[in-house]
């Protein structure tokens, strides 16, 4: 950030930095002494699994997006309510956020080598990048040696996680918040290359946009039509599956954003991305360049988002059991 820009923002300044200053204290190959085998343990594990349920990878690299930007990366997504305590986990904005008991899984195994060693927190980032390359999407680094964190707020998923109906200076906002930039926000979004949603998430764009039975002027019409005849065929529907990226939502592809320019963007945050010319910037590179370049892009915007306010050195803890804070 340069220092004009730092003048008018030095709220975003100081976050910027201290995010910044975090990141240099992750370290690729944290465990190597602590617990050499730990990030083959999980590899193995998702590399056994996630070919028998590819659907899992998204959800699972989603759940960093929702750890991350959420107290950042510290698990905090991953625990449970107390008697007193309402978590993010049972936020509305983790409407099917599914793979919890996958990191459980990889959480026994870890416990079992090496007993309080390994993070949740490393966990989460490690398993959604192996997820990811199993199934053919691009590959990033994951220094690790971040801990958990103790708290967890369903009122702060609510207020850090943008929603499926904001517009672009919100979701610009909110990355923003997190040291994440245009050019983040629209690789980030990228990941709706893969995985689904609910028929919920974008019924007011095709039934009822502004309560006079309208739909989103910023949809294309006959994709509109479609949704409502074959797949979202009443208003409240809310059970129906439906791909953001439909006949490629298994592969991490530039589709995605082929769709944006189609009008096609199945969320208001989506279709939002063709609004703002920075944004429309990022968008043409991408489909002007290979998919590679779009998987050399996403991994440095991966990177920069798993350093999100990472805890390090003595703060927060190792948790023993990822949903419960250690006693
Ligand atoms: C830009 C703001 C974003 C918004 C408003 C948003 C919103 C949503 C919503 C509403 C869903 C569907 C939930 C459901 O109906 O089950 C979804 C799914 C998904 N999101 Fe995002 N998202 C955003 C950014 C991201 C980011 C940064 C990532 C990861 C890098 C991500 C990864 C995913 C994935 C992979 C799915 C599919 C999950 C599945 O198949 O279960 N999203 N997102
Ligand atoms: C956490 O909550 C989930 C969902 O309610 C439950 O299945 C799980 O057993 C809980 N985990 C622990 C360790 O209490
Ligand atoms: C659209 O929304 C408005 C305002 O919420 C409501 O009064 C109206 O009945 C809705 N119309 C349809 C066709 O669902
Ligand atoms: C997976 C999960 O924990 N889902 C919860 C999300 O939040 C709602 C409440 O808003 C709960 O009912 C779900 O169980």
């Known amino acids: 950030m340069g220092k004009k820009t730092c003048f ?3 709220i975003l300044c100081v976050l910027a930095f201290l995010i910044g200053s975090t990141v ?6 944290f465990y190597e002494k602590s617990c050499p085998n730990a990030e083959k343990i ?6 056994k699994h996630i070919p028998n349920v590819p659907t899992l990878a998204a959800p699972l690299l989603r759940m960093t997006f929702h750890d991350c930007f959420v107290r950042g990366c510290d698990a905090s997504v991953l625990l449970n309510d107390t008697s007193n305590n309402q978590a993010e986990r049972n936020a509305r904005p983790n409407l099917s956020l599914r793979g919890y008991d996958f990191i459980d899984e ?31 999407g691009p590959y990033w680094k994951v220094p ?20 499926a109906n904001e517009n672009f200076n919100a979701l610009k906002t909110k990355f923003e918040l997190k040291g994440l930039n245009i050019k983040d926000l629209v690789l980030l979004s990228g990941a709706h290359t893969i995985g689904i949603t609910h028929c919920n998430t974008f019924t007011n764009r095709i039934y009822n946009f502004t309560g006079i039975g309208d739909q989103d002027p910023a949809l294309d019409n006959d994709y509109a039509v479609n949704l409502r005849a074959n797949k979202c065929k009443t208003p409240t ?14 592969n991490f592809d530039l ?35 290979s998919p590679l370049y779009f ?33």
């Open 255 to 289: 589709s995605y954003y082929k769709l944006l320019v189609k009008r096609r963007g199945l969320f208001q945050s989506d279709a939002t991305l063709i609004t703002d010319s920075s944004s429309i910037a990022v968008i043409n590179q991408l489909l002007k360049k």
């Open 8 to 10: 008018g923002k030095i």
């Open 106 to 136: 990889v959480k026994s195994l870890l416990e079992a080598e090496c007993p309080g060693i390994v993070s949740c927190a490393d966990i989460i980032s490690l398993v959604a990048r192996d997820s990811v390359v199993t199934t053919g």
């Open 42 to 47: 999980v590899l193995a594990h998702v590399k």
């Open 24 to 29: 240099a204290d992750l370290k690729l190959g």
């Open 237 to 250: 529907d809310s059970t129906t599956i439906v791909e953001m990226d439909p006949s490629s939502s298994k």
């Open 144 to 163: 690790t040696g971040r801990r958990d964190g103790t708290i967890s707020r369903a009122s702060e998923a609510l207020n850090n996680l943008p929603g």
């Open 295 to 327: 998987f050399a892009e996403f991994a440095k915007s991966m990177e920069k988002m798993g350093a999100i306010g990472v805890k390090i050195g003595t703060d927060g803890q190792i948790r023993k059991h990822c949903a419960l804070v250690n006693r």
